[in-house]
């Protein structure tokens, strides 16, 4: 017995070693499957309020380049809505027979929470964004954050203010999404060498594809909502082994600069996983 | 006391360059990411002992990766640096480490070569553990070879720069 604590006294200082490696290592591995471990939401209690007095310093130096990001948005929200626009000829009338269409049966499936961002990166092959909202303000893990031009990420794990954003710029980060045009399904990745592009694959050689074509969220997605720019097809290359297509895409909306997002809910996820699970069960 | 302080603030000061600068710079290549947090460690007095070395290693791991997001990865590295530190001072120095007291290992107190030494090794150590275990999730064995090359050697530089500003205060007092 006595022999057994002169080798720990002996050996205390490599017996620590390999007791604190232990447990770095575990969080290490274990944190990349579950996202939400306490460590995430202890940890951006405590750098979120760091990141949000550098960020406010921050901010300010981009005041007028968001500033005019917003007002094109504005510009565009603003001629988008009906009364703003004018019938072209007046020599006949456009009735809307009220009674095919309910105006009140429409129902309103994402909605927009604005959200600020306090930290981001671009270059680590992990990149989370930190958003100054959580589930006091509604948040919720797997809702999807867009940006002022187009897809931002998800968000991954919320604490009581501050929620953390898997970006697209992430190597385990995986989107279903489509061309514009209306055909080729795909899947946006992220192979961790540029922040401006994105890799597209999974798309059917049978489908044209064209420099410049604007890649979308698909409409089968059920947090995404449908038809959010994600970016460009900047070079197209065939993958010789399968029967698809390797797209490089630009990103839609420019990572280093991102200020303001929205968060995004859906509205009808509990009913769609209700039907989900019925149909499942039968 | 004094000593203690110095080194709190010096801790503090470190982190948040490495934070807040180093991070946030646009990257050059991938291949690029400078680190210089675990200089804090290799600049501690002769006379700190083993065990103040790996607590204090471990949790200045922690603090930094609780803003890169990434639980476990720079605790681990730093760890083997806060390890590794007395044997390769022993290796080096010929004389009892405690005769050196409150002194911190520097060009005046450690000599050019060793502590060049010493600064080099160390650094590519912390360098290969960090890339090996970022490896290990994902990732080439080129883009391994590459990465702990050039941030080994981006970061050897930002130390030299480090060093020099250290150097001009201790000769000042």
Redesign the interface.
Known sequence: MRNVFLFLKRY??FI??LF??G???????S??RFHQ?V??MF?SE??GKI?QR?NSVEEFFSLSKQNEMLRNQNALLMSSIPSGSVLPDSSFKLVRDSLLTDSLKTRLQFQYFPAKVI?N??????N?IMLHRGSNQGIQPNMAVVGLTGLVGTVVSVSSNMS?VMSLLH?QSKVIAVLKKGSGLGEVTWD????GHLQLSKVPKTVTVKVGDTVVTSPYSDKFPPGVAIGYVDNVSQDQETNTYLLSVKTAIDF?SIQHVFVVKNLLLEEMEQLKHKSIKE | MNLIVKNIIRLIVIVLIQV?IL??I??LH?FI?PYIYFVFLLWLPFKTT??TL??TS?FL??FV?????????H??AS??VG?LRPFVIGLLLPKEVTEWGNEEPSRNTMGPLPYSTYIILLTFVHHFYLVF??WL???SFL?FLGKVILTTLVSLLLILVADLFMNRKSRSR
């Open positions: 205390s200082v620590s070693f604190l490696q447990v770095s290592l575990s969080m290490l591995f944190y990349n471990t460590y995430g940890s405590i750098s990141n550098v930290s990166s671009v270059f680590l092959q992990q989370y953390m190597r961790g060498k540029d922040p280093n | 807040f991070n946030n646009p990257p991938q990411v083993r065990t790996l607590f471990f791991g922690v990766d609780m803003f890169y997001k990434t639980p476990g990865l605790a681990a760890l083997l390890f275990l970022e999730q994902f990732g883009y």
